[in-house]
Nanobody, 121 residues
Framework: HVQLVESGGGSALAGGSVRLSCTAS????????MAWFRQAPGKFREGIAH???????AYADSVKGRFTVSKDNSKNTLYLHMNSLNSEDTAMYYC????????????????WGHGTQVTVS
């Protein structure tokens, strides 16, 4: 079965950088879409970025220009490179995948990881 495991979260200073990783297993073929979501306390879950199998990327306005996604196919790992962090980036970050397509940023996905916490102070 499909498993997604996030890592790399922790505490960071405002203005600093963090890199999150998401390792996928259980896929017989690369998923059509790999994405990052986040949920801050008291807020709805927010889709922030995705990477399509073909390489197209998309970002939410809240992170555009500061966050980038990349993927290491040899390791089945998706990365979220987070720069110029601020307190509003404090959230639980989730990796998600879809077998069919990304659609728009934030569109619900098939599979989810358990999340990794990022706290910016």
């Amino acid at each position: 079965h499909v498993q997604l495991v996030e890592s790399g979260g922790g505490s960071a200073l405002a203005g600093g950088s963090v890199r999150l990783s998401c390792t996928a297993s259980g896929y017989t073929a690369s998923p059509a879409c790999m994405a990052w979501f986040r949920q801050a306390p008291g807020k709805f879950r927010e889709g922030i970025a995705h990477l399509e199998r073909g390489g197209d990327e998309a970002y939410a306005d809240s992170v555009k220009g500061r966050f980038t996604v990349s993927k290491d196919n040899s390791k089945n790992t998706l990365y979220l490179h987070m720069n110029s962090l601020n307190s509003e980036d404090t959230a639980m970050y989730y990796c998600a995948t879809d077998r069919v397509a990304c659609r728009q940023v934030g569109y619900p996905k098939d599979y989810w990881g358990h999340g990794t916490q990022v706290t910016v102070s």
